[in-house]
C-alpha cells in the first residue's frame, strides 16, 4: 500500500532563513507527488506537484520541490521564508494505477521566528 | 465567489444525531472526494466519487455514508454520530486523472458531544 512519511511534526526557522520539509514514499510505481498547504483555518492550497519530465519542479510563493527516485524523496525547498509562510504543510502520492486516490503525510507544522 | 464550497463550516451535534455535511462545487469537475483531518493523523480518504453513478469507500468510510446528487453536489452523512467522528472534514474535487490536483474546500469543523 502507498504510504508518505514526513518525519519533521513541528519546524521552527527564522525569517529569511532557508526552509526545507522531508517527504519520503513508499511504493514501486512511478509516483504523482504534491505539496500542500494549509493556513490556519483555511482549506489545502498546491504549492506543487510532480508527475513526470524535470525532477525539479518549481511551484507557488518560491517554493520548488526535487523529486529524488533512489531516495525515495520529494523535499519542499524555500530559500528565504516570510513570516506568511507559517502553515501545516502535507506531501501527498497517487499512483496510476490508484487512479486519483491520494495518500497524505501526517504534516509538518512551520513556525516562523522573526 | 469559492469554486468548492462546504456547509455547514461549524458544526455541534450529540452522540447518535444524524447529520449532514454538504459541498457544492463549480468548476465542473467529474470527481470529489471526502477527507476528514485529525492532528497527528492527516488527510484520511473517507468515500470518493468519480461521477454521478460511481461511488468508492475510502480508507476509513465505517459510520459514514455518501450520496451525489449532482456532478456539482456530494454529501456526506454520518448516521449516528460518536465522539470519535469529531474532526476537521474537507471536501475535494478534481478533473478525473491521477496526477490532477485536487481542489478543496475551506472544511467543515464538526464536534460530536
Known amino acids: 500500500a502507498q504510504s508518505v512519511t514526513q518525519p519533521d511534526i513541528h519546524i521552527t526557522v527564522s525569517e529569511g532563513a532557508s526552509l526545507e520539509l522531508r517527504c519520503n514514499y513508499s511504493?514501486?510505481?512511478?509516483?504523482?507527488l504534491f505539496w500542500y498547504v494549509q493556513s490556519p483555518g483555511q482549506g489545502l492550497q498546491l504549492l506543487l506537484k510532480?508527475?513526470?519530465?524535470?525532477?525539479l519542479v518549481q511551484g507557488i510563493k518560491g517554493f520548488e520541490a526535487e523529486f529524488k527516485r533512489s531516495q525515495s524523496s520529494f523535499n519542499l525547498r524555500k530559500p528565504s521564508v516570510h513570516w506568511s509562510d507559517a502553515a501545516e504543510y502535507f506531501c501527498?502520492?497517487?499512483?496510476?494505477?490508484?487512479?486519483?486516490?491520494?495518500?497524505f503525510g501526517t504534516g509538518t507544522r512551520l513556525q516562523v521566528t522573526l | 465567489d469559492a469554486d468548492v464550497t462546504q456547509t455547514p463550516r461549524n458544526r455541534i451535534t450529540k452522540t447518535g444525531k444524524r447529520i449532514m455535511l454538504e459541498c457544492s462545487q463549480t468548476?465542473?469537475?467529474?470527481?470529489m472526494y471526502w477527507y476528514r483531518q485529525d492532528p497527528g493523523l492527516g488527510l484520511r480518504l473517507i468515500y470518493y466519487?468519480?461521477?454521478?453513478?460511481?461511488?468508492n469507500k475510502g480508507e476509513i468510510s465505517d459510520g459514514y455514508s455518501v450520496s451525489r446528487q449532482a456532478q456539482a453536489k456530494f454529501s456526506l452523512s454520518l448516521e449516528s454520530a460518536i465522539p470519535n467522528q469529531t474532526a476537521l472534514y474537507f471536501c475535494?474535487?478534481?478533473?478525473?486523472?491521477?496526477?490532477?490536483?485536487?481542489?478543496f474546500g475551506p472544511g467543515t469543523r464538526l464536534l460530536v458531544l
Open positions: 475535494a474535487t478534481s478533473v478525473g486523472q491521477a496526477q490532477e490536483t485536487q481542489y
Open positions: 501527498a502520492v497517487g499512483y496510476f494505477s490508484t487512479a486519483s486516490k491520494l495518500t
Open positions: 468548476k465542473g469537475h467529474d470527481r
Open positions: 511504493y514501486g510505481a512511478t509516483p504523482y
Open positions: 466519487s468519480f461521477d454521478v453513478k460511481d461511488i
Open positions: 510532480y508527475f513526470s519530465g524535470d525532477t
